[in-house]
C-alpha cells in the first residue's frame, strides 16, 4: 500500500516479537473490539469524534499486556521524526496497540519491550516483507482445544487485493488463535488441534464444542488467544467509514478462524485509510474481508515451528 510501511523485530531465543504499521500523514483510523480478552493501548484515539483525527502507527506485540511497552519506542521513534499532533510545544504520536499472549511457547519473561518496538520502527519497509514466524507472529500457536502439546504453530501474514476501480486494500493478520485456521474456499482445516494418539489428524474444534464440549483442561484461559489483523487501504474515507470497513473486515476472521470471537480470544481488527482513490464502501468491506482471511491462512502455511511445535509444513 503506497505509504504505508511494515517493520518486524523479534526475539528467537524467547520467541516473541512486535510488528509495526506506520501510517503515512493525514492516515484515518479505527478499530473493531470484538474479542472478550482484549489487550489495547491508544484505541480511544480511533473512536468518531475523538480530539486527535488521525493515526501514526499501529503495534502489534507479543508478551500479553507487558508487550504494550514496545509501543513506547514507536512513540519515540516517530516522535524524532516530527509526526504527530502539536500539544504545548511538544509532538505527540498517535499509536494505537494490541496484544496477543505468547508466554508460553518461549521464555516468557521476555517480552516486546521499548528496544523492540524501536527496532521494528527503523525496520519498517514497503512491500509485504518476511511472512510466518516473524515479528508479533514469532511465538504465536493456534488450536489449543486439547492444550499446547496438541496445538500448531500460528504466524504472521499478509495479503492484498485490488477492486475494478483501481482502489486496493492490503492485511496483515497475526494468527494466535484458540481454534483453528480453515481455508475458506475448500474447507480444509490448515491448523488446528492435532488428535490425541492413536487417532490421527487434525480436530475440527466448531464442530469438537457442538458435539463434545470444551474440555476443561488445556491451553485456553481467558487472554490466552488472539488474532490481530490491520486492513489498509487508499481510498479516501473519513473515521466512521473506516470504521465500517474495519467491521466487514473482521468477517474474514469469521471465515477462516473456527471459531472466532470465542470468550478466551482478544480477536481485534484495525482499519487504515489514507489516499484519494474514490470506492464503494461495501466494494472495499468485501476486499478487506478476503485479504484478512488470505493473510491469516498465509500466515500459517508460513509458519516455522522452531523444532518446539509442529507447523503446517512439517505435517504436509
Not at 474447507?187 to 492413536?198: K, N, Q, S, V
Not at 470506492?279 to 491462512?297: E, F, K, P, T
Request: with cysteine; charged share 20%; aromatic share 4%.
Amino acid at each position: 500500500m503506497p505509504g504505508f510501511l511494515l517493520g518486524h523485530a523479534q526475539d528467537l531465543s524467547a520467541l516473541t516479537g512486535v510488528s509495526v504499521v506506520l501510517c503515512p500523514p493525514g492516515t484515518a483510523g479505527a478499530c473493531e473490539l470484538r474479542g472478550t480478552a482484549t489487550a489495547t493501548r491508544g484505541t480511544d484515539a480511533l473512536r468518531s469524534g475523538h480530539l486527535v483525527g488521525n493515526v501514526d502507527a499501529v503495534v502489534l506485540t507479543g508478551g500479553s499486556a507487558f508487550g504494550l511497552a514496545s509501543a513506547d519506542g514507536v512513540m519515540e521513534f516517530l516522535e524524532g521524526r516530527g509526526r504527530g499532533f502539536p500539544a504545548a510545544g511538544y509532538t505527540v504520536p498517535t499509536v494505537a496497540a494490541g496484544v496477543l499472549f505468547d508466554l508460553r511457547l518461549g521464555d516468557g519473561k521476555v517480552r516486546p519491550d521499548a528496544r523492540m518496538g524501536r527496532a521494528a520502527s527503523e525496520a519498517a519497509r514497503a512491500g509485504e516483507g518476511p511472512q510466518g514466524s516473524v515479528g508479533a507472529g514469532t511465538g504465536a500457536t493456534v488450536g489449543k482445544l486439547l492444550g499446547l502439546p496438541q496445538a500448531m504453530k500460528g504466524g504472521l501474514g499478509t495479503a492484498g487485493l485490488a477492486l475494478p476501480g483501481g482502489a486496493r486494500v492490503g492485511a496483515v493478520a497475526v494468527v494466535n488463535a484458540y481454534g483453528g485456521v480453515h481455508d475458506p474456499d475448500t474447507g480444509e482445516i490448515l491448523a488446528g488441534p492435532r488428535a490425541l494418539p492413536p487417532a490421527k489428524g487434525l480436530i475440527d474444534t466448531e464442530a469438537h464444542l457442538r458435539e463434545r464440549g470444551r474440555p476443561t483442561q488445556g491451553f485456553s484461559s481467558p487472554g490466552e488467544n488472539t488474532t490481530l489483523a490491520v486492513v489498509a487501504t487508499d481510498a479516501r474515507l473519513a473515521k466512521p467509514e473506516a470504521h465500517k470497513l474495519a467491521q466487514m473486515a473482521a468477517n474474514g476472521l469469521i471465515r477462516a478462524v473456527r471459531p472466532s470471537y470465542t470468550t478466551v480470544d482478544g480477536d481485534m481488527v484495525f482499519a487504515l485509510a489514507c489516499g484519494d482513490r474514490q470506492a464503494n464502501l461495501d466494494d472495499l468491506g468485501a476486499a478487506a474481508a478476503a485479504a484478512v482471511s488470505r493473510a491469516i491462512c498465509r500466515a500459517v502455511i508460513e509458519a516455522d515451528g522452531f523444532g518446539r511445535i509442529p507447523a503446517w509444513r512439517d505435517l504436509r
